[in-house]
């Protein structure tokens, strides 16, 4: 998004195909603006790396040039449906308590189990996440965005985030760091909330791993981001344009590509294993450290801190309370959310199979629905079949509600592997008073 001065001193927006960041003040009509442009497909394709769907506001924030309650002000008047955005909002003050509670959340895991967690020393395969040559084209895309403009999509974010834990096995904070390094709204607070939770040892396990091929399906369905961040791609057809190994050697060929000479091989080739090995890692480290697994939930532990303790205890200084916690005699432990695979996997280690998969299928459906909602649109007869099979779905289901039967199962934006009952989702009795 480009933003500029008009000769009376007017900011105009002029351009929404790349994101500049201006370092002056933005009147409300130009947050109107952003919000107005961001927010409008915001619930449903805020995923789109290859599309300006969201709001971009991040450097002004974290510069202090907009302020937030200026932001969530202007966001109530855009007369758009917004709880996502507002939501995302909110996490940006989350972070910054989490940093007032945890002062060493850039350098130290908040889960005390995982600061024990095995880590690679490869420094060829940082040089290439950091680079953008890692061979798989959705990575290198955004990690280059990132070098060339300073920022990159919440997305894009993740993906490169789970490939350099999950597939590269490299510790979160190079990714830290070197978004530190080069993100224009780079942002100790969230950066560390965010990294950390990537990296498996912060307060919100993500209870996504994003697959580097198949994420492309949500954020750059038409490979049009690719082609932009990667040029020497830009020939490929769109069904190999994230996975150019798998392309036939004559059409690499037509496209100008030698795989190794002008655009690199892929550096690890087996994810299901490295996938695999992630998950024992982190089942290693919860089982050497089993005195922060909460016995009852199978959920990780961390030791509420001290500021934390004093506040739900309600002392001042100078209380007798306020010595207790002073003296570090004992540590208080919470139980925090934790992924249900690390819980399955722990509980039994030698079994090969994963109900509780998490990593992402990206949006399968993208083609169906995007079909129908165009149709819908122009086609009179296609919207009447439409409803007509909406009907026939509903009567369906009733049917079986009245029969007794099993409901069959939804396949529309269906992106997860993970069931929708599971033992670890009941509240054990010993947490009855909470949950009550
Ligand atoms: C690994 C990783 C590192 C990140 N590092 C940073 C960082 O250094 N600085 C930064 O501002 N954001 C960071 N984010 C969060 C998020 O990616 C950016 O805030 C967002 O992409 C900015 O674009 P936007 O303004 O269009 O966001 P929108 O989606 O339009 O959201 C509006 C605002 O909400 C806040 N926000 C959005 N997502 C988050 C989030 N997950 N956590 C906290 N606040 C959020 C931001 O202030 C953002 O500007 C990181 C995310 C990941 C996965």
């Known amino acids: 998004m480009a933003i500029y001065l008009t000769p009376n001193n007017q900011q105009q927006i002029m351009s929404v195909d790349y994101l500049c960041w201006v370092p002056y003040f933005l009147s409300n009509k130009i947050i109107n603006c952003l919000l107005f442009l961001g927010i409008k497909h915001y619930d449903k394709e805020s995923g789109r790396a290859d599309k300006p769907y969201t709001s971009h506001i991040s450097p002004y924030l974290h510069f202090g040039q907009i302020s937030p309650r200026t932001v969530l002000h202007e966001a109530y008047f855009t007369k758009k449906s917004v709880p996502k955005f507002l939501r995302k909002l909110a996490w940006r003050d989350l972070s910054y ?26 420094r060829s395969h940082l040089r290439a996440w950091q680079k953008g040559m890692t061979g798989y084209p959705l990575v290198d895309a955004a990690m280059r965005e990132l070098w060339l403009t300073g920022w990159m999509c919440n997305y894009s974010r993740h993906v490169v985030a789970s490939f350099l834990v999950a597939y590269l096995h490299l510790h979160w904070i190079h990714g830290y760091r070197w978004f530190q390094d080069t993100l224009v709204d780079a942002d100790v607070a969230i950066n560390a909330m965010m990294w950390q939770n990537g990296g498996m040892s912060g307060l919100d396990h993500w209870n996504f791993v994003m697959h580097p091929v198949d994420a492309a399906m949500t954020c750059d369905p038409y490979g049009s981001y690719v082609r932009k961040w990667c040029p020497e791609l830009a020939g490929l057809p769109d069904e190999y344009i994230h996975k150019p ?26 994810l299901e294993e490295r996938r695999e090995q992630s998950l024992r890692d982190v089942v290693e480290v919860r089982q050497k450290h089993s005195e922060y697994v909460d016995k009852v939930s199978g959920s990780d532990m961390v030791s509420v801190p001290d500021q934390l303790l004093a506040f739900t205890l309600g002392c001042a200084d100078g209380d007798d309370n306020d010595d207790v916690i002073k003296s570090n005699t004992c540590q208080f432990l919470l139980p925090v959310i934790t992924r249900k695979e690390f819980k399955y996997k722990t509980l039994q280690p030698n079994t090969k199979d994963n109900p509780y998969n998490t990593v992402l299928k ?42 007794g039967l099993p409901q069959m199962r939804d396949p529309k934006n269906k992106s997860r592997r993970t069931p929708t009952s599971d033992p670890f989702s009941i509240v054990p009795p010993a947490y009855f008073h909470l949950a009550n």
């Open 97 to 122: 308590w989490l940093l007032v509670l945890f002062p060493d959340m850039h350098v130290e895991p908040v889960r005390p189990a995982y600061k024990s967690q095995r880590w690679s020393s490869d």
């Open 245 to 270: 190994w798998k392309c036939p050697p004559s059409q690499l060929r037509r496209a100008g590509i030698v795989l190794g000479q002008n655009y690199p091989h892929r550096i690890v080739v087996d």
């Open 362 to 403: 990206g949006y399968v459906s993208r083609k169906r629905d995007e079909t129908i909602a165009y149709m819908n649109e122009r086609h009179f007869t296609a919207s009447t079949i439409n409803e007509g099979a909406q009907m026939y779905e509903r009567r369906e289901r009733t049917a079986r509600i009245m029969e």
